[in-house]
């Protein structure tokens, strides 16, 4: 009897304690709840296995833990989703950084900067069947260019031109929506088609085409080093909450390592937003563009998310030699990597 009150009188205690914790951890989740910003992002296109690392982070609860409670949409393109964040309509984007590049040039004053690089390669290609005729760069000339005018293939097309010695003025170009662009190649309503690697592949594949009857030209093959898709933001932002964009910055770091970590999170992740999506197919599209984009040796000795500031100064030359931009910016001006998390923190699994 002795024992038993002795244990009594030790438990209330214990769960006065407890119910006092849990009373405290209710009114923090509470405060932090109440103090979330609402952050809205835009992707540069429909959900997909290579964009999904945001939508992991989110599903993981990062973003939340942050304070931040994000709402993520598809987009149109590179081009659309910077217009969506210079505007203020989106707080945040992932988009093309040589697109971001141009639209600065063009938009002194309106400056959206990359604070996270996520595609180390750039994802830009061409795409055309066996029995076209097309085996070459040179082959281009005289040729049918299909693409949405949005796209960033497109869009750096006279890059490539450049960087091959074929004549742009040589090629005409037809305007489509993007969902039609594979299905015209097959067609043959067009010569050739530009897109990223891991979109177009898959798309032409799942329409049944065999890979080994597409006649594909990356542009990183013809001696454009350019960097991909990074995570943007106004300047504006950067100077007003240098706190938020160091949050989100650092939540989508850990999205991005728990998609390397397991891809079939983020094939899940998209698949659970769109009913018409093929897990699978995501999933294969997912790995193909952590194997070609991602997961670089770069990557792996210095983290997700940085860049090499001579590389990226290099592509801007470039860039500003195709879109006749006549006084480029500096790499510092394009790239801020000072939201990044330390170098520890941002290691591949």
Known sequence: MTRRDSTCQTTAPRRV??????????????????????????????????????????DQGYYAAAGINVSIDTGRGSVDAINRVASGAYDFGFADINNLIEFNATNPGAEVVAVMMVYDEAPFSLFTLEGSGIETPADLEGRTLGAPAFDASFKLFPAFATATGIDFDTVATVNMDGSLRETMLINGDVDFISGHYHSSYLDLKTKGVDPADMVVMRYADHGLDFYGNAVIVRRETIVTD?????????????????????????????????????????????????????????VRANGVGTVDPERLQRSIGQLAEAFAIETPPDAAAVFDARFLPPLEARLLP
């Not at 197919?281 to 070609?292: G, I, N």
Request: avoid cysteine; charged fraction near 20%; aromatic fraction near 6%.
């Open 242 to 298: 240098p706190d938020l964009v160091r949050d989100f910055v650092a939540a989508t770091v850990r999205g991005v390592q728990d998609v390397v970590g397991d891809p079939t999170l983020g094939a899940k992740a998209a698949a659970s937003r769109d009913p018409l999506i093929e897990e699978a197919v995501e999933l294969e599209r997912l790995l193909l563009t952590l194997e070609t984009l991602i997961d670089t040796p770069f």
């Open 17 to 58: 304690t407890m119910l006092a914790g849990l009373v405290a951890l209710a009114t923090v989740t509470m405060s932090a709840a109440a103090a979330a910003k609402d952050v809205r992002v835009s992707l540069p296109w429909v959900f997909q296995g290579p964009d999904s690392f945001m939508l992991v982070a989110a």
